[in-house]
């Protein structure tokens, strides 16, 4: 999980982050981390700031298809998305 050095993510990050995900979806993420570095740089583009959060929380959103994550934002006003997600995170859950 190195590789989420380069968004931000601290060394305690991954570590306390790993400690709380089953070896499973860990090996998962670490298989297609260039599909998980994809979709956080998207994110990043979008203009999300709480993207460690959001990654922490729904972590296996992360895993979904490029095209089909891509999709799931783009239905929104880009700057109300942006703006909703920095209050709430868990408005993901009815994206």
Do not use: P, W
Request: hydrophobic letters at 40%.
């Amino acid at each position: 999980m190195k590789y989420l050095e380069k968004y931000g993510f601290t060394e305690e990050d991954r570590k306390k982050f790993c400690d709380s995900v089953a070896d499973v979806m860990l090996e998962s993420l670490e298989k297609n981390k260039k599909l998980v570095k994809a979709n956080i740089e998207y994110l990043q583009e979008l203009g999300v700031r709480n993207i460690k959060e959001i990654f922490f929380e729904y972590y296996e959103l992360f895993l979904l298809d490029h095209s089909n994550f891509e999709g799931i934002f783009n239905q929104y006003d880009r700057e109300d998305l942006v703006e909703k997600l920095a209050k709430n995170i868990a408005i993901i859950e009815y994206l």
